[in-house]
């Protein structure tokens, strides 16, 4: 019997085993198409994802385009304005060297220039020296020491009044004229003088040692001069040289002799003329 029910089943699954494998590969077929179609929609969102993406970077880059093509616009314009505003300093700066260049050759010009107007005036300076030496010379010697003083002095050519003086405001008298010491410097060896002469207030400064100031009264031909030949701290010590003589006394003497000299002559011609004697005619 159970021989009789599985022979009679076998014809049975023959039957029914293609309906099962149709059902089995249907119902596979089914699956997989259901799967294609998520997976379809899927990709479809993803591609409409990354479109909304792609459309928002796009307008990032759009955006950040034009800030670019601003902050071109602006370095551009910064760049032209930087050029304007160097383009005068270059002009400046050109132009300074040739300034300065001018200036230092006028500060050439003008320092040889000074050194000469120095070289001329020590020239003049030396040359009164000179002179003042040479007039002095020829008026008389000048006496550096007190004993010298005294040998001129015994010549009896000029009178010589010596002095010392401290430096003060007061004036002191020497000879024909005053003297007042302001100022006495040891380092160069020279004092500034003020002298009283003839009621005439006059200033002598930078006499040097040993140099004569000599200048001339109304009534002399004769210089009067001043020598100092002493210079300490304050102090000076010097002495004034007068003429012995002045004009009018030269010229009152000269008159003096000329008056006598007439009145001799004229004695003198009374007492050797002979007496006159009368001619004789001569005999025709």
């Not at 929609?41 to 928002?56: D, K, P, V």
């Not at 102090?235 to 002799?257: C, E, F, I, R, W």
Request: aromatic share 4%; no cysteine.
């Amino acid at each position: 019997m159970e021989d009789s029910l599985m022979t009679g089943a076998a014809p049975i699954a023959k039957r029914v085993a293609p309906y099962i494998v149709a059902l089995v590969i249907a119902g596979t077929g089914i699956g997989y198409a259901v799967h294609e179609h998520h997976s379809a929609q899927s990709l479809a969102a993803q591609a409409q994802t990354l479109e909304a993406q792609n459309s928002q970077v796009t307008a990032q880059l759009s955006a950040t385009k034009g800030q670019m093509d601003a902050l071109t616009a602006k370095v551009n314009a910064l760049a032209v304005s930087n050029e304007a505003k160097a383009a005068p300093s270059v002009a400046a700066t050109t132009g300074r060297p040739r300034a300065a260049h001018t200036a230092s050759a006028q500060d050439v010009r003008f320092k040889k220039l000074q050194s000469q107007l120095d070289a001329q005036g020590k020239e003049i300076e030396d040359t009164r020296n000179n002179l003042a030496s040479t007039s002095t010379e020829l008026t008389g010697s000048i006496a550096r020491t007190h004993d010298e003083l005294v040998v001129l002095e015994k010549k009896g050519e000029r009178n010589y009044s010596e002095f010392d003086l401290q430096k003060s405001k007061q004036f002191q008298r020497e000879g024909p004229l005053s003297i007042s010491l302001r100022k006495a410097n040891t380092k160069h060896q020279y004092a500034d003088l003020q002298l009283m002469v003839d009621d005439r207030n006059l200033s002598q400064k930078h006499v040097n040692l040993y140099q004569p100031v000599m200048f001339y009264q109304p009534d002399s031909q004769r210089p009067v001069e001043i020598i100092i030949n002493s210079i300490t701290k304050d102090h000076v010590h010097g002495y004034v040289s007068s003429p012995k003589y002045l004009q009018s006394d030269l010229t009152a003497m000269a008159n003096g002799g000329n008056n006598s000299a007439p009145a001799t002559n004229q004695a003198a011609n009374s007492n050797a003329q002979p007496s006159s004697r009368q001619r004789l005619p001569l005999p025709r």
